[in-house]
């Protein structure tokens, strides 16, 4: 077992997946999920203190995810990624959650 924090990195897109986990592979235990589902599996066996997770995936968006996540693992840090430069979504999302 890790003494790191486990950060979980949830992403529909594979290099994104990757490239997050290398860079943080050092400081973090680091645990990733392409889908939702993944996702949830790893939160119910696993100590995860950090979620990162894209805001667009397929299925759900992070923001929707991630209140889910709320209200079942309050005590894990989330935060939302984006490859997009356009916030608008992800800040009316946010706006609508509080």
Known sequence: MSSLPTVLIVDDEVRGLETLQRILQDDFDVQ???NVKEATEILE???VQI???D???PDITGVEFLKQVRDQ?????RMIISGYTDSED???AVQESL
């Open 90 to 92: 992800i800040i009316s």
């Open 32 to 34: 990733i999920a392409e």
């Open 73 to 77: 693992w309050p005590e894990v840090i």
């Open 51 to 53: 979620i990162l997770c």
């Open 55 to 57: 805001q667009r995936m």
């Open 45 to 47: 066996n696993e100590w």
